[in-house]
């Protein structure tokens, strides 16, 4: 199997699992979309900002800013595929410093433990007690032990109802919704149950690994994970190659049969890309704003925290999806001494996105310096199961990788036919490579 583009993580995991994989990318770094843009001059000439960097900005060298902003839930989807892969030989992660949500103009902390939240000015006293049988009810849920469903039906019973069960107000329905559940829209309310119960689970789990917030980031950036992922993939067999025009896909019979670039073909059974690569055989469904800010402070009202995500719900700002800031800084080795690097991002709803984003840079405010990107959200019009070209979606606009991982595992069920199973691929890797 050679693969071009396309997410690292699925061709990574090809190659642990005995496939032949060849990775070539038009650009000279890795990553494509969701590349660290380094040194500081390069995002400048990026984003047609005129003149060099000005020299409060520190050196270049010491900056590297992800063009598509993410964490890594401590124990999400993301972090399994890595320890799966051993990945993380490569990596080193910080722990974000806190989770917060906007309610009424102001952000506060979600809370992380059961005594901030009863010490958390974000719901009344009666809210609190609600809210913590709500969160016991959680904890003790297992979708296979109907004992534990207290009249619920996790495949019928709408999340509303269960709020309504528990009594719980808006203010408590939107921050469970959408920082504790990460939905970006409500429309889950009327969906059966059970993957919200599971989502909200899977934060306090995340949590309960490290305590302060449930989200990682890698040392040096987002690009450092596809540079992991190739390093790994080289290991099992796997060639890459940047810097490779891509100057057709060659199709026989309806039928990949390889990739030609600079006058050479590169013969193959199945391929993966990213939207770009074909652009005939995708359909643009919305698109993101992300707006990159570079400040000089903390962001007010986070305890001066170094690292931090803010989740805006959209009820709060009369819109249909949220707006989310993630915050990185020096500490992470992605910023000059003192500078702070705030990504905003959401789903653009009308013609003016910037007027959109608007109530996330004002918590930003003084900002030195801005990058704004509008991007199309782009899904494959087919499954790829004709032309084994097997695409992937465009990146969204939420602050985390789980959206990212279902494209994966469905990306490696398109190809091969089966679901994606961490256990049968330690026993694959096992067998083809033997016991480490």
């Given at each position: 199997?050679?693969?071009?583009?396309?997410?690292?993580?699925?061709?990574?995991?090809?190659?642990?699992?005995?496939?032949?994989?060849?990775?070539?990318?038009?650009?000279?770094?890795?990553?494509?979309?969701?590349?660290?843009?380094?040194?500081?001059?390069?995002?400048?000439?990026?984003?047609?900002?005129?003149?060099?960097?000005?020299?409060?900005m520190g050196r270049g060298r010491d900056w590297n800013v992800d063009l598509i902003p993410k964490f890594?839930?401590?124990?999400?989807?993301?972090?399994?595929?890595?320890?799966?892969?051993?990945?993380?030989?490569?990596?080193?992660?910080?722990?974000?410093?806190?989770?917060?949500?906007?309610?009424?103009?102001?952000?506060?902390?979600?809370?992380?433990?059961e005594a901030e939240a009863l010490a958390s000015s974000l719901m009344g006293l009666f809210e609190k007690r609600r809210f913590r049988k709500f969160l016991v009810y959680v904890a003790n849920f297992d979708e296979n032990d109907p004992r534990t469903f207290e009249g619920i039906d996790p495949k019928k019973t709408s999340m509303r109802?269960?709020?309504?069960?528990f009594d719980l107000g808006q203010d408590v329905i939107d921050f469970t919704g959408h920082a504790l559940a990460l939905y970006r829209t409500d429309d889950y309310l009327d969906q059966p149950c059970c993957e919200t119960i599971n989502r909200i689970k899977l934060y306090s789990e995340s949590?309960?690994?490290?305590?302060?917030?449930?989200?990682?980031?890698?040392?040096?950036?987002?690009?450092?994970?596809?540079?992991g992922f190739a390093r790994l993939s080289a290991i099992y067999g796997g060639t890459y190659?940047?810097?490779?025009?891509?100057?057709?896909?060659?199709?026989?019979?309806?039928?990949?049969?390889?990739?030609?670039?600079?006058?050479?073909?590169?013969?193959?059974?199945?391929?993966?890309?990213?939207?770009?690569y074909v652009k005939d055989r995708v359909?643009?469904?919305?698109?993101?704003?992300?707006?990159?800010?570079?400040?000089?402070?903390?962001i007010k009202n986070t305890n001066d925290a170094n690292s931090c995500q803010i989740i805006i719900p959209q009820n709060q700002v009369n819109r249909k999806s949220d707006i989310y800031v993630c915050m990185i800084s020096s500490a992470h080795n992605v910023a000059a001494q003192g500078k702070y690097i705030a990504i905003a991002s959401t789903t653009v709803e009308t013609k003016e996105p910037e007027k959109e984003i608007r109530p996330a840079l004002e918590l930003l405010e003084p900002i030195e310096q801005k990058f704004v990107s509008i991007s199309d959200l782009l899904v494959p019009k087919d499954l790829g199961t004709e032309s084994q070209i097997f695409?992937?979606?465009?990146?969204d606009a939420t602050t985390h990788f789980e959206t990212t991982c279902d494209d994966i595992k469905d990306i490696y069920k398109r190809m091969m036919g089966s679901e994606f199973d961490f256990e049968?691929?330690?026993?694959?890797?096992?067998?083809?490579?033997g016991e480490d």
């Open positions: 199997v050679r693969l071009l583009g396309g997410r690292d993580c699925s061709l990574c995991i090809m190659s642990v699992n005995g496939k032949k994989v060849l990775h070539m990318d038009r650009n000279p770094y890795y990553g494509g979309e969701s590349a660290s843009i380094t040194p500081l001059e390069d995002l400048y000439k990026r984003f047609k900002i005129p003149g060099a960097p000005p020299a409060s890594l839930m401590a124990n999400g989807q993301l972090v399994k595929m890595l320890l799966f892969t051993e990945v993380t030989r490569y990596l080193d992660f910080k722990v974000t410093e806190g989770s917060f949500v906007y309610k009424g103009g102001k952000i506060y902390k979600v809370p992380s433990t109802e269960v709020y309504k069960k949590l309960a690994r490290y305590g302060k917030s449930p989200y990682l980031y890698p040392l040096y950036g987002l690009g450092e994970l596809p540079q190659m940047l810097n490779k025009p891509i100057e057709e896909i060659i199709m026989q019979n309806g039928k990949v049969i390889g990739v030609k670039s600079e006058g050479e073909i590169a013969r193959c059974k199945q391929l993966i890309c990213d939207p770009s359909e643009k469904v919305g698109q993101v704003i992300r707006v990159i800010c570079i400040l000089s402070h903390p695409i992937s979606r465009t990146y049968e691929m330690k026993r694959k890797k096992n067998d083809i490579y």
